[in-house]
């Protein structure tokens, strides 16, 4: 009895042995498979987060003493390198990976298929095959892809501090491995035909960054003034002084041949701070007077010459940008200018407040009466005055008008649309609207009547 018991356990004591040596080598090819799969997600991130992170972000994180910050910075500026060392990393993570992920669930598999009454050794085999290949990709996918690309595309710069250290020290240990990747690589980009410095974030251009915006204001992170004052910063350098300016048949000014009461009773009539001195019209102009200067001038001396206070004037051509007329207004100090056409003749005047009022919108002080160049009548009718810009007129309408025409008002396109003088009352039919002229002064149309044709939006 005592023997049979010993022969048992003689035979029976390798085979717990190799069962529990078995066990070992499985759990111990389970935990390799993990601890790859999240290396494979390290390199992912990293990679992302250097592609997303901009490098003026990181300089500051510097400045700041940020932890990591520096090491960062040093990997941004080394950009190709380190997507190469996250790529190596990915790579050699990815083939370890399938050659220890795949046994490692498999023999974690098949017990279980033996539990379930599958005896075949072929379809064990097969079905264990199966459960392994899925749950490890399933594991690579989501583990070691999905979740790390989109937390760093999400949140790339605290991702590329926290994988800075541990990413440095692998760039360093393979650097002359990399150093040959690099070298191929940028062989092989020479024979298609791409050469120089890389720029894997590239330089966003005005539209991109305007849809930026409409992305920022639309969740709520910028507000409608902001978007809209940012908005008329990107159109400020691209709009001329022409478009800007006061027409010359609306600007007020001090004629040297008429007394000083006179002038005295224009001020009160308009309230405007600085006038144009000319001789009879706007051809002859001779300086600009501030009105600080005529408070000094006695009521009653009527021999007085307002020539003997004006400043010179200033003249810009009708084609320079606004941007450039505010630079003029810092540089000279006088914020009035007169604006001339190609032929030397003066068409408006311009001042600083024209100017700023295309960043910040309409500023009226206390002695301006404004009204709005586009009231609504009725349903599909509204009032629009001759001097507004086409720009203004196509936002507020929502129709096309005309694209490719000189003008920069409604009354100057009407004018070119019609290739004639207009007359008030005319009716000229526009692409989706119709236009009737209202009134007129010198020979340009102060007041439009607009009726947008709907019939496209019922039908």
């Known amino acids: 009895m005592i023997l049979s018991d010993l022969l048992i356990a003689a035979t029976e004591s390798p085979v717990a042995d190799a069962s529990d040596g078995s066990l070992r080598q499985t759990l111990f090819y389970l935990g390799l498979a993990i601890i790859l799969i999240i290396l494979n997600g390290f390199f992912v991130a990293a990679e992302f987060a250097l592609v997303k992170v901009r490098i003026s972000r990181i300089e500051r994180l510097a400045r ?28 050699m993570a990815s083939l370890a990976l399938g050659w220890v992920g795949e046994p490692a669930f498999a023999r974690l598999v098949e017990p279980l298929l033996g539990w379930a009454g599958i005896t075949d050794p072929r379809v ?46 692998f760039y360093v240990l393979l ?14 980009l020479r024979l298609v035909g791409i050469r120089g410095a890389s720029d894997h974030a590239g330089v966003n251009t005005e539209e991109e960054i305007r849809a930026l915006l409409r992305e920022a204001h639309v969740h709520g992170n910028l507000s409608r003034n902001e978007h809209s004052l940012i908005n ?84 810009l051509p009708e084609t320079m940008p606004i941007s450039r007329v505010l630079r003029h207004f810092q540089a000279t100090h006088q914020l009035m200018a007169f604006v001339i056409d190609e032929y030397g003749t003066i068409t408006g005047m311009v001042t600083l407040e024209n100017v700023l009022e295309k960043i910040v919108g309409e500023v009226d002080d206390e002695f301006d009466i404004s009204e709005p ?86 039908e």
């Open 64 to 91: 700041d003493g940020k932890a990591f910050a520096e090491t960062a910075k040093w990997l941004a500026k080394r950009l190709d390198e380190s997507l190469s060392a996250c790529q190596l990393g990915i790579t």
């Open 124 to 169: 064990i085999h097969g079905l264990g095959f199966v459960a392994a290949f899925t749950a490890i990709t399933g594991l690579h996918l989501v583990v070691g892809e999905q979740f790390p690309k989109i937390f760093a595309i999400r949140r790339p710069e605290p991702m590329l501090l926290w994988c800075a250290l541990p990413l440095k020290f």
């Open 175 to 188: 650097y002359p491995f990399l150093t040959v990747l690099n070298i191929v690589t940028t062989f092989l």
């Open 232 to 315: 008329n910063v990107f159109e400020f350098d691209d709009m001329i002084v022409r478009r800007v300016m006061l027409p010359r048949g609306e600007v007020a000014f001090f004629d040297i041949n008429e007394p000083v009461s006179k002038l005295r009773e224009l001020v009160r009539q308009t309230m405007h701070t600085r006038y144009p001195v000319c001789d009879r019209s706007l051809d002859k102009v001779l300086g600009v007077v501030h009105i600080k200067d005529l408070l000094n001038v006695p009521p009653d001396d009527e021999a007085f010459d307002v020539r003997t206070i004006m400043r010179p004037p200033k003249k």
């Open 373 to 458: 160049n586009i009231v609504p009548e009725g349903p599909g009718k509204f009032l629009v005055a001759g001097t507004t810009l086409l720009n203004e007129a196509r936002r507020r309408l929502n129709i096309p008008l005309e694209e490719a025409v000189e003008a920069d008002t409604i009354s100057g396109l009407l004018t070119e649309f019609r290739q004639s003088i207009l007359n008030q009352g005319d009716v000229i039919e526009l692409e989706g609207a119709v236009a009737e002229v209202l009134e007129m002064k010198q020979e340009s149309a102060t007041s439009v009547r607009f009726t947008i044709d709907n019939s496209d939006d019922t």
